[in-house]
């Protein structure tokens, strides 16, 4: 500190010191390489990658419709609800036995506050000079592997979400009337318990509405369901022969809308 | 003559040292995509901010139409979307750019941890950067619920439940959020308020500050 015995100077008439050191950025020239000014020069060559960013954008825009619901009703018992996909691990955490109910604190303020808390702090948490993320393998590891948790819960919650949606009694399709109603396979429908939970007219009770499924399943798909079970729907309901399954399969794929 | 009027308004204002200011400085070569494919990754920032300002054109131009109240919300939105010319394109615009905005702002992220940019002298950066990340999250959470329709009032109704949870405050966070002890005509109002008023103008700030610092301090070297 070899300037504790130099005259003080001060910038006009403030208290701000004369040739204060600052931390001016370093100068581009040290660094090996073409630089270039930032306007014009270097924004249109990143004005060239926003170019290829707006027309997939827009692409986007085009082909995909902004979804708009009912109106909301909050006397909607049936409604599933889900976050929008930014927010979905989060929700997918809450499930967790550790993290739901009692520990409820967990998932909403522990997990979350811990990692947000982190993510603020990481200048401070991570402070060795090393920049490449091989050098630095703890940061990068706990980064890669909040990445991968991330992925897998949004995941999970997504494939969740859909199968919730399929077990759960839909809105009524347009066209009621049950096809071939004098054929067997309607028969073997109302003999086995498919009728208890599918309803006597397909339009679903405690399962999902079978109206229309010939547009949305195949024959073979139907019959993994019927051994296999799905969602809340045990296996093994069917208690006839597997020719009398294929019957009664053949006669649900029959069952289409429009 | 466009010259003569530039001279004018710089003799009295002295707007040259201004935008010379943005315009001089030197960008260097590992950015600059032209010179390494590579160097896209150091684009997505700048992309984020692209899709924000497409974000606050659409959105102005979706506010000349939407109105924030329960009866006619849902009947505005469906038309502008449906009954308007390019009102589906505006409305798409700022739907899928909701989205978007927020995985350019993860990439972005990515890029400065794996880069390790946020490293001195520039941790103030990277939690200012953080507090935009959290306040696009608060315009994602709001947003949503601005159509009216069922996927907007419950995913609301789940989101105000879990912040309720929340020992201590949650009660507090709760009636703060919907403006009463319903998610009804309090919250949609509330949220449209913050959706349009408070957190855009945070945003503006952060951004403003997030940029001087870029500024100040330059892009971060070459690894």
């Known amino acids: 500190m070899e300037k504790k015995h130099e005259q003080v100077h001060y910038v006009g008439d403030s208290r701000v010191r004369v040739n204060r050191e600052k931390m001016y950025p370093k100068d581009y020239s040290e660094f090996p390489g073409k630089t270039e000014a930032f306007l014009p020069d270097f924004l249109l060559k990143e004005w060239m990658v926003a170019v290829v960013f707006l027309v997939a954008f827009m692409t986007l825009v085009m082909t995909e419709k902004p979804p708009l619901g009912e109106i909301a009703d909050p006397t909607n018992t049936s409604f599933l609800p889900v976050p929008d996909w930014y927010f979905l691990f989060i929700y997918e955490l809450l499930k967790f036995n550790w993290a739901a109910g009692k520990f409820i604190v967990i998932g909403t303020l522990g997990l979350p506050g811990i990692a947000f808390t982190a993510l603020l702090l990481v200048p401070w948490l991570d402070r060795s000079p090393e920049r490449r993320p091989f050098k630095r393998p703890i940061a990068t590891g706990i980064m890669l592997l909040v990445l991968v948790s991330i992925v897998v819960l949004t995941w999970s919650a997504e494939t969740e979400h859909k199968e919730q949606l399929e077990s759960a009694p839909g809105p009524t399709p347009e066209n009621t009337k049950v096809i071939g109603q004098n054929e067997q396979g309607h028969k073997l429908y109302q003999q086995n318990a498919c009728v208890k939970c599918h309803g006597e007219q397909l339009e679903g009770s405690n399962g999902p509405s079978l109206l229309g499924i010939g547009n949305r399943r195949s024959a073979d798909y139907i019959i993994k369901v019927i051994d296999e079970g799905k969602g809340t729907m045990p296996a093994g309901m069917f208690q006839g022969s597997p020719q009398e399954k294929k019957i009664l399969a053949d006669w649900l794929v029959k069952q289409k809308q429009k | ?223």
Request: proline share 4%; hydrophobic share 55%; aromatic share 16%.
């Open chain 2, 1 to 223: 003559m466009l010259k003569a009027i530039y001279d004018w308004v710089d003799e009295r204002l002295d707007i040259t040292p201004i935008w010379r200011d943005v315009a001089d400085h030197e960008v260097p070569e590992h950015v600059n995509p032209a010179h390494h494919f590579s160097a896209f990754i150091y684009c997505f920032g700048g992309l984020t901010f692209f899709v924000v300002v497409i974000q606050i054109l659409s959105g102005m131009f979706l506010a000349m139409y939407y109105v924030p109240d329960i009866v006619n919300a849902h009947a505005s939105v469906n038309y502008l979307q449906n009954k308007l010319a390019m009102g589906a394109i505006v409305r798409g615009m700022h739907h899928w750019g909701a989205s978007v905005s927020i995985v350019m702002l993860f990439l972005h992220t990515l890029r400065v941890f794996f880069t390790g940019s946020y490293k001195h002298p520039r941790e103030f950066n990277w939690v200012i950067g953080m507090l935009i990340f959290f306040v696009m999250l608060g315009l994602g959470f709001t947003g949503y619920l601005l159509p009216w329709d069922n996927k907007a009032y419950f995913a609301t109704k789940v989101g105000v439940e879990i912040a309720a949870t929340v020992p201590f405050l949650g009660p507090y966070i709760a009636s703060f959020l919907q403006g009463g002890d319903i998610v009804g005509a309090q919250t949609l109002a509330r949220f449209f308020a913050l959706h349009v008023f408070f957190l855009p103008a945070a945003l503006l700030g952060l951004l403003g500050a997030h940029f001087i610092l870029i500024r100040r301090q330059g892009i971060s070297g070459p690894l």
